[in-house]
T-cell receptor, first 114, second 113 residues
Framework: NAGVTQTPKFRVLKTGQSMTLLCAQD?????MYWYRQDPGMGLRLIHY???????AKGEVPDGYNVSRLKKQNFLLGLESAAPSQTSVYFC?????????????FGDGTRLSIL | GENVEQHPSTLSVQEGDSAVIKCTYS??????FPWYKQELGKGPQLIID?????GEKKDQRIAVTLNKTAKHFSLHITETQPEDSAVYFC????????????FGQGTILTVHP
């Protein structure tokens, strides 16, 4: 099993450009999450999904949109990239059984906005 | 919302020594406390977790303790090895949060041979 796979691994954008980050999981998890990691700030939740066709805002949602059209995929979109969105983006997934369950992370997408 | 504070931000130990990382949380409804290890260029990997109905959990050289009254929990690594060098994150989640995690700021652990 691949677990959680993120594409692309690296990307450089110019201010104002758009792009989509793809997260795919093969563990049949209901819950999926997008986090961003910045130096000295840990990981912060951008958006999350509790099932196919559902999405919800996290702690830092501004400037991002998400979609969960298929259970195994969770897409993160930047409509008009800004330098403040330079970060490392991590996707995670987990089971939805009663009680919080361990999250499994991908290896991240390193995004630079010039 | 929940706030998680993690200390120290950096920790340097000699191989074979013990390492302790501490976290405090603010939301008394939090009931799940995982610890993640992140190696360079990789995503966080779960190393141990604890739920609010227990005070301590061990897994070989790693242990976590939880004090619900004081709202703090700690990671203990004994007999440290150079391969333990990484960034460690604590996190918390509440009972109705759909597993959403609030992370601490991270601790860079360096184990010197």
């Amino acid at each position: 099993n691949a677990g959680v796979t993120q594409t692309p691994k690296f990307r450089v954008l110019k201010t104002g450009q758009s792009m989509t980050l793809l997260c795919a999981q093969d563990m049949n998890h209901e819950y999926m999450y997008w986090y961003r990691q910045d130096p000295g700030m840990g990981l912060r939740l951008i958006h999350y999904s509790v099932g196919e066709g559902t999405t919800a805002k996290g702690e830092v949602p501004d400037g991002y949109n998400v979609s969960r059209l298929k259970k195994q995929n969770f897409l993160l979109g930047l409509e008009s990239a800004a330098p403040s969105q330079t970060s490392v983006y991590f996707c995670a997934s987990s089971y939805s059984v009663q009680g919080n369950q361990p999250q499994h992370f991908g290896d991240g997408t390193r995004l630079s906005i010039l | 919302g929940e706030n998680v504070e993690q200390h120290p931000s950096t920790l340097s130990v000699q191989e074979g020594d013990s390492a302790v990382i501490k976290c405090t949380y603010s939301d008394s409804a939090s009931n799940y406390f995982p610890w993640y290890k992140q190696e360079l260029g990789k995503g966080p990997q779960l190393i141990i977790d604890i739920r609010s109905n227990v005070g301590e959990k061990k897994d070989q050289r790693i242990a976590v303790t939880l004090n619900k009254t004081a709202k703090h929990f700690s990671l203990h690594i004994t007999e440290t090895q150079p391969e333990d060098s990484a960034v460690y994150f604590c996190a918390s989640a509440g009972g109705t949060s759909y597993g959403k995690l609030t992370f601490g700021q991270g601790t860079i652990l360096t184990v010197h041979p």
